[in-house]
């Protein structure tokens, strides 16, 4: 799976359609071809969504 955000393939599977990248020390779901939710996950496990685009 390849990173939404930075395209690297450098990520691991964390659960269902759900992925962790390495390169942006983040977290991000796929599901149904819709659109990509980046999480910054912080020091104590909690998930902070991440808007990269805004929607239209
Ligand atoms: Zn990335």
Redo the contacts with the bound molecule.
């Keep these: 799976m390849h990173?939404p955000?930075?395209?690297?393939i450098d990520?691991g599977k964390v659960g269902t359609n759900q992925y962790y990248?390495w390169?942006?020390l983040?977290e991000f779901k796929t599901s149904d071809k819709q659109q990509d939710r980046m999480y910054y996950v912080e020091e104590d496990g909690s998930l902070i969504p991440v808007m990269l685009k805004p929607e239209l």
Excluded: A, H, K, P
Aim: glycine content about 10%; aromatic content about 0%.
């Design positions: 990173c955000l930075c395209g690297t990520t990248c390169q942006c983040m």
